[in-house]
C-alpha cells in the first residue's frame, strides 16, 4: 500500500512539472498576442470576450468530459473571489497596461510575482518560509529582470508609460495575494470546473471596467485580433490556467511563482521576432542571470525538502 501511495505522489508531482513548463511556455507567449489584440480591440472588453468564453469552454468540457458536479454556493462564492483578484485585476489590468507598454516590458514587471508571493507568505505562511538560498536565487532572478528592464529607461519620459507600470504592478500584488489566498482555501470540487469559473466570474467583474475605461467606438473586428482572442481562450486560458490550477494544488508557491521568470524570456524574444521590439547582447545576458535564478531557486526549495524529510525521519 505504501509503495502504491509513493507512485501515485510521484506521478502527480511529474504531472504538476509537467503543467508548471506548459506555463512557463504558453503564458510568455500571451503577452505577444495581448499586445496584438488590444492594438485593434479596447483592451477590458478583449478581457471579458476571452475570459467569459473560456470560462463557458472549460467548464462545458469538465460537465462532459470530467463528469463533474455542479459545486457548492460557498465553492462559487470562493471561486468568484478568485476570480476578481486573478482575472479581473490581474489579467485585467495587465491587458490594460499593454496598449501603452511593450509585451516584454509587461511581461518583465509581472516577473515581480514570485517576490510579491513570498512577501506575502512570510506573513501569511509559515510553513512555506523560503531558506536563504530560495530567497538568493529570487534575488538574482530579479537582478536580471532589472538589468533587462534598465534598456528601456528612456521610455520613463512618457506619463502614460508610468501610468501602465503603476497598473500592471498592482495586477502583480491582486495575482499573487488571490494565489495564495486560494492555496489557503482547499477549494472542494471538481479543478477545471472550478478554473472555469474563476474564469468566468473574472469575466464577470470586468464588464464594469469596460462601461467606465474602454473607448468602444474604437471597436476594429481584424484578422490580428481574431486570431489572437481564439489563441489566448484555447491556449492562454483553457489550457494553461487549467495547468496553473493544477500545479497549484501540488507545488509550493516558491516553486510555482517561478513561471513568472521563464515568461519574460519568452515574451521577450518572440516581442523582438514579431514586434520588433528592443533585443540586444545586454538583455540577451539578463536573461542567462534570470535563468540562473530560477536554478538556484530550485536547488534551494530542494535542499530545503530533503531536510524536512530527514527531519522526519529522525
Known sequence: VDHILLSNVKKDLLYAYIALGAICLIWGTTYLAIRI????????LFVVIRQLLSGLVLGILAMVFAKAQWPSFENIKRQAIAGFFMITLGNGLVSYAEV??????????????????IMINLFLNKEEK???????????????????????????????????????????VAWAGGSVWLKKTNSEGNLFLNTALQMFFGGIWTIPGVLLFDDLSKVHFSTESFFALIYLI????VIAYACYSYALRKLPMTILSLYAYVNP?????????ILDEKLNLMIGFSILTTVAGIYVVNRGYAISKAWKTQSLAK
Not at 489584440?37 to 477590458?44: M, R, T
Not at 501603452?100 to 508571493?117: K, R, Y
Not at 529570487?138 to 512618457?158: A, D, K, N, Q, Y
Not at 524570456?265 to 521576432?273: D, K, P, T, Y
Open 130 to 172: 523560503p531558506n536563504p538560498l530560495i530567497i538568493f536565487g529570487v534575488l538574482v532572478g530579479l537582478t536580471g529582470i532589472v538589468m533587462i528592464f534598465r534598456e528601456h529607461l528612456t521610455e520613463f519620459s512618457r506619463p502614460e508609460y508610468l501610468v501602465g507600470i503603476l497598473i500592471i504592478l498592482i495586477g502583480v
Open 234 to 237: 484555447v491556449f492562454g486560458s
Open 265 to 273: 524570456v519568452v515574451a521577450v524574444i518572440l516581442g523582438w521576432l
Open 37 to 44: 489584440g488590444v492594438q485593434y480591440f479596447p483592451p477590458l
Open 100 to 117: 501603452n507598454i511593450p509585451s516584454g516590458v509587461a511581461a518583465i514587471l509581472c516577473s515581480l510575482m514570485p517576490v510579491t508571493t
